[in-house]
């Protein structure tokens, strides 16, 4: 007997690609549940949606919705892939990433009343979502109002129900910052977050410490739900490890993680001293200044390199010995940082690799110690004793890879996950039709 199949809105701010790390996560949890589930994207920022789960998109254009504050003219449209622009979109391009990366709160401030007084509900909106009738909401929880604003709107004008997805904590007061813009706009955001929060039916959450302080916060049941793989099957375990050693770093050097990487590099460096036993090398898009260039390009010991496009992301990762994750350690970056998950963590462990943990306390330092799934420093200073237990033992390389498969199929079965998923989507709309 086959099972009711569902149609599902996502409201994304960021438009659906498998190259931004929101899209890709997206794509991981829901691709191969098409059979089961029928789903349409509304998102705001510019680009082509690239994926294989969505169907139809309508797109409210931020630039648009800006000038709509004056205008009043009412923003968005349907469309087809064929008739976006394929703009290169990550999340590290144009002034509000620029904004974002150097926090320029004031950019960031009106960027989030863009979403809040532009004009973004249309007859054209109204329409895309009459077409498709979707028995659920489901989006991000994010910080920009916009999104978080049209989840509500859609729950209020159409009684769907709502699902909710809090990656990052953007609602707790554990933040530091003496900008006035800052506390404005964290102020703001936290009214919408709120809002949406209590219509979802309930939360999913990325970490456990998330789901124990979101639950208390807005007194609604909270799941976590992790990005997956299929780990059924023995993993691809490197027979033998030869030097040099290779480490591999990939994801964002912001907010302080190259700080963190700079000294890793110093560790390869002192361990390359008289030998050459290990490489590190940092692939990421995240922009770059000179003094970031020059702590992580170390002749003989580390490279910053360009980002790896995304069909090779996971065949690079299992080119790695060791793979590499870092936290930073700032107050204000750890504070902000403490209840996150890097989805990159599960591609790492469905790879099979050794990984190396270093920086500050967060929930995903806590989350690899616990299902000791990794080598986990959070003292720099034992940065290159650790290395080197590692590299003057390879066995111990391959016994952290087991290690690191085994979470995974512990944690992150994609079967698992899916099914849970599907059941809890289920009860959302049949709870709505009652």
Not at 258 to 270: F, I, M, N, R
Request: with cysteine; glycine share 4%; proline share 3%.
């Amino acid at each position: 007997m086959s099972e009711e199949k569902i149609r599902v809105l996502v409201v994304s701010y960021l438009p659906w690609r498998n190259d931004v790390s929101v899209g890709n996560t997206l794509s991981n949890i829901f691709d191969g549940m098409q059979d089961k589930i029928e789903f349409s994207n509304i998102y705001f920022k510019g680009g082509k949606p690239q994926n294989n789960v969505a169907q139809k998109y309508f797109y409210i254009p931020e630039k648009e919705l800006a000038k709509s504050i004056l205008t009043r003219k009412s923003v968005g449209r349907k469309v087809s892939l064929d008739s976006v622009s394929n703009n290169n979109v990550t999340e590290n391009n144009g002034a509000y990433n620029k904004a974002r990366q150097l926090r320029w709160e004031s950019l960031l401030l009106a960027q989030d009343m863009i979403g809040i007084w532009g004009k973004w509900h249309s007859k054209e909106l109204d329409s895309f979502v009459e077409e498709i009738k979707p028995q659920l909401i489901f989006g991000p929880l994010g910080r920009v109002p916009a999104s978080n604003i049209l989840m509500s709107y859609l729950h209020d004008k159409y009684s769907i129900p709502v699902i909710a997805y809090a990656w990052d904590d953007h609602y707790s007061l554990h933040k530091q910052a003496v900008s006035p813009f800052f506390w404005g706009k964290t102020f703001l955001e936290r009214k919408y977050i709120r809002k949406c929060a209590q219509r979802s039916e309930f939360l999913y959450t990325i970490t456990e410490e998330m789901r124990e302080e979101y639950s208390q916060y807005f007194d609604k049941k909270c799941k976590v739900l992790y990005k997956a793989y299929d780990f059924s099957g023995d993993p691809e375990i490197k027979s033998e490890v030869k030097y040099p050693i290779s480490i591999i770093y990939m994801g964002n050097v912001g907010a302080g993680r190259w700080k963190e990487l700079g000294k890793v590099a110093q560790a390869v460096k002192a361990i390359n001293k008289n030998e050459r036993k290990c490489l590190l090398r940092i692939h990421t898009m995240s922009p770059h200044t000179d003094e970031m260039e020059k702590a992580l390009n170390i002749e003989n010991a580390s490279a910053l390199l360009e980002p790896v496009p995304t069909a090779d992301v996971l065949k690079t990762m299992h080119s790695a010995d060791i793979l590499l994750h870092v936290e930073p350690t700032g107050k204000k970056e750890c504070n902000f940082f403490r209840l996150s998950f890097s989805t990159k963590i599960v591609d790492y462990l469905y790879n099979a690799r050794c990984i190396v943990a270093v920086g500050g306390h967060t929930a995903a330092m806590s989350y690899l110690k616990k299902n000791d799934a990794a080598v986990v420093t959070e003292d720099e200073g034992r940065i290159q004793e650790e290395l080197e237990k590692l590299i003057d033992n390879p066995k111990k390389i391959e016994e952290y890879a087991y290690k690191s498969w085994e979470c995974g199929k512990r944690n992150h079965q994609k079967k698992t996950i899916q099914d849970m998923i599907y059941s809890d989507f289920m009860q959302a709309v049949n709870k709505e039709n009652m």
